[in-house]
């Protein structure tokens, strides 16, 4: 088939599609080769999928498999294919865990085309109900989580046992940090090429909308570095024990994830019958730290409100007696001392100088282009309502917050839907999110994003900034406090990044070669 021809195919509805050589070139190593396609948000993943599928059903029958990760996303895709492919609209079936077994069951004999979540195929395939040799294309969305126990490692084994003339796609915006998320996620989908474009890349430069970055420092007063110096000697002083029974390392600084090798590690030891008081020392050290460096984490990153209502349910802890980490850190006259400094920070109605700083910049947004629709993103659900609070005083401005189902106050599926339709319809203007708004979710698009605080890992750094520029230009907006873990998860993400980028170009290179040297063997 022509190039030109992928655009004009007979499952494809007319003149729907605008013909870009980058989804070209794309689609043609799909065709030929079980895939990875790693592009940025709003640059045509679903469209790869989609012009891959009117391919296989034409050129091999069957039937498509799409995955993704959430009820909301299913039925998004499927109304997408059913925007640009020739099929009946009862030839398309979504099945999620809201469709009985048994009508599953049936339904798979019936459609062609099956939008699913993958926990459902996976129940399916062990029940016998979906038979996977039928299937000419499987693909799997957001596949970075082709990870651990998700289930679309299994079904992607099963599929390539069973299938006759198998075919694989794999989509996201990130799949992963390093080469080696990279290669599990390649390995566990049994990916023969890799496809990558990035913003830069001169095939896709035509189609970019501008998305303005910037990153906005403030300054931490002198009463929050007062109650930091409390908490940084608590830090210190369990670190220093730790280092003195040789259980941390002497050398490096020692944060949250060294602290979860050092329990990790001990937690081992104890399993295995050791019953060294030191190993149940280093532990219990450990937890406090642990405690701490999050009270520190709280203090840098999102304010007194949320230092105060942790420390207020550490206290709670250590009086109730579940926890001798939480007894202890409570017992620390310098915890007890920076408490009492936060409670007074509260009375004084002093919170973090960024939700000044928010309060700014979506004022100037809303001032500057009425008609905005702005999300605000925060690692943490206790800050959403202060950050609602804040930006609800702002004329013209209309929040709502957006949080996962989890807890009594968590939203459900449909009323997390409903939600970002009164986004759509502009009966809100802004949402609040926690980092349910990063990926699973049909989120319309946004004139500007707000990161509360900046996120170590690429992926979701990549996730947030894709609910702006896909069709008309977008900004994006980082708050740091200087000189806190924010300015290093900030270079951490962006570095992180960039490696992602450069090892994906680095594996397609190198699988070309590969297939060269074969050839020429």
Sequence with gaps: MDNNEYFEHSLLKK?????????????HTTINNNS??????????????????ANRLDKKGGKILFLAPTR?????????????????????????????????????????????????????IIAGRIHLEEFS????DECHRATGDYPYSFIAEMYMKKGKEPRILGITAS?????????????????????????????????????????????????FKKVKKLLEKA?????????????????????????????????KEISKGENDKLLYAGLSK??????IGHALMLLETQGSSSLYRYFKRLREEAREGKTKAAKNVMKDGNIATAFRKTSSLLEKDMEHPKLDELEKIVRDEIENKPDSKIIVFSHYRDQVDKIRETVDEIPGCDPVAFIGQAGEEGLSQNEQVEILQGLEKGKHNTL??????????????????????????????????????????????????????DEAYYWMSKHRERKMKETLKDMKSERGKEQRDLEEF
């Design 15 to 27: 003149d729907v599609l605008e013909k870009r050589l980058y989804q070209e070139t794309i689609l």
């Design 36 to 53: 990875l396609v790693v592009v940025p948000t709003g640059m045509g993943k679903t469209i790869s999928a989609v012009l891959l599928a």
């Design 72 to 124: 909301p996303l299913v039925e998004q895709h499927k109304r997408f294919f059913n925007d640009f492919l020739e099929i009946a609209e009862g030839d398309m079936k979504v099945l999620t865990g809201k469709v009985r077994p048994e009508k599953r069951e049936k339904e798979y004999n019936k459609g062609m085309c099956f939008f699913a979540t993958p926990q459902v195929v996976q129940n399916d």
């Design 137 to 140: 294309l499987v693909i799997f």
């Design 175 to 223: 799949p992963g940090g390093s080469r080696g998320d990279i290669q599990k996620v390649i390995e566990n989908l049994f990916i023969d090429e890799v496809e990558i474009r990035t913003e830069d890349d001169e095939d896709v430069k035509p189609y970019i909308e501008s998305v303005n970055k910037e990153w906005r420092k403030v300054e931490l007063p002198e009463e």
């Design 235 to 267: 830090y210190s002083k369990r670190i220093k024990k730790l280092r003195k029974w040789d259980i941390a390392p002497k050398s490096n600084n020692v944060y949250r994830k060294e602290l979860l090798k050092i329990q990790g590690r001990l937690r």
């Design 286 to 291: 450990s937890a406090e730290a642990m405690k």
């Design 432 to 485: 609040i999110a926690t980092s349910v708004g990063e990926e699973g979710l049909d989120i319309p698009e946004v004139d500007l994003v707000v990161f509360y605080e900046p996120v170590p890992s690429e992926i979701r750094s990549i996730q947030r900034r894709g609910r702006t520029g896909r069709q008309s230009s977008g900004k994006v907006i980082v708050l740091i406090a200087k000189d806190t873990r």
